[in-house]
Structure formats: structure tokens, C-alpha cells
């Protein structure tokens, strides 16, 4: 069993469409705390209807996403602060329920984790991808 992650930084809406079909996912989780871009088609909305289209399914698991103060660190490049800020933040109640419920889908799903940034290094979702394979048992495939 694997768990996918990707970050569209990079890419355009088909790019992270091929790539999330080449991988054989059927369901992405969309760890952003606030499901909105500037970039077109990652908005929550467009970005679920698109992937229905491709036959793939959209999960929003806001609760997951790392908060404001975290998301300012990132941009400053100080990513310590920012993995501090969000190991918090996985401590609320909401985030312990909705990491269960991605656990859940892991185990029922080939899943991907969706985030903006392009070096999983550098962003949460490498965190969340751990937390959720160490429950499950599951390899995380970065993509």
C-alpha cells in the first residue's frame, strides 16, 4: 500500500491530472487549509470538477492544513518554524479526527495528499503523509 503526495507548484491543472493518473490514484485529500489559488483550476471547486472528470475523486481535509502563521513561515523560508507551528496544529481535535479520516481512505484508496508546495521537504504534507503511514503501514511515494 502507498500513499502519494504531489504539490502543483510546478505544474499546470493536466500535468497534475496525468501525473495523479499515471500513479493510478482514485482519490487526492487536499491537506490546504484554505482550498483556493491564484493559479487556475486548483480552486476548490474547479479542481474537484475536474478531477471527477478524470475519474477521480476529491476530498478536502481543511483541518489538516497547515494555519496562517505556519503558511507566513513557509513563504520566509523558515520551514522549522513552519513544521513547529503545524506539529501544533495536529494536536487539535479536528486535525486528530480528519487524520483519521485519511487513514481511513489510505487504507480504502489509492490516495495522493495534495499541497501547493513543489519540494515535499519544505511542506506539510510530508508530515501528514508520515503520521498517516505510521498508523496504517502504508510507503509514501512522493510524486
Do not use: W
Not at 475523486?57 to 492544513?65: E, F, M, N, S, W
Amino acid at each position: 500500500m502507498k500513499l502519494a503526495t504531489i504539490g502543483y507548484e510546478r505544474r499546470t491543472l493536466p500535468e497534475l491530472i496525468e501525473r495523479l493518473k499515471a500513479a493510478q490514484v482514485d482519490t487526492l485529500v487536499d491537506v490546504r487549509a484554505i482550498a483556493a489559488s491564484r493559479r487556475a483550476g486548483f480552486s476548490k471547486t474547479m479542481l474537484a470538477a475536474s478531477l471527477r472528470q478524470a475519474g477521480i475523486d476529491y476530498v478536502h481535509l481543511r483541518a489538516l492544513g497547515t494555519p496562517k502563521e505556519g503558511r507566513m513561515a513557509a513563504r520566509a523560508g523558515r520551514f522549522h518554524e513552519m513544521r513547529e507551528i503545524f506539529e501544533r496544529q495536529l494536536e487539535e481535535p479536528a486535525a486528530q479526527l480528519e487524520l483519521l479520516r485519511a487513514a481511513e481512505i489510505v487504507q480504502a484508496h489509492k490516495a495522493a495528499l495534495l499541497c501547493f508546495e513543489a519540494d515535499v521537504s519544505h511542506c506539510h504534507r510530508a508530515i501528514v503523509a508520515a503520521r498517516i503511514c505510521d498508523a496504517v503501514g502504508c510507503e509514501i511515494e512522493n510524486l
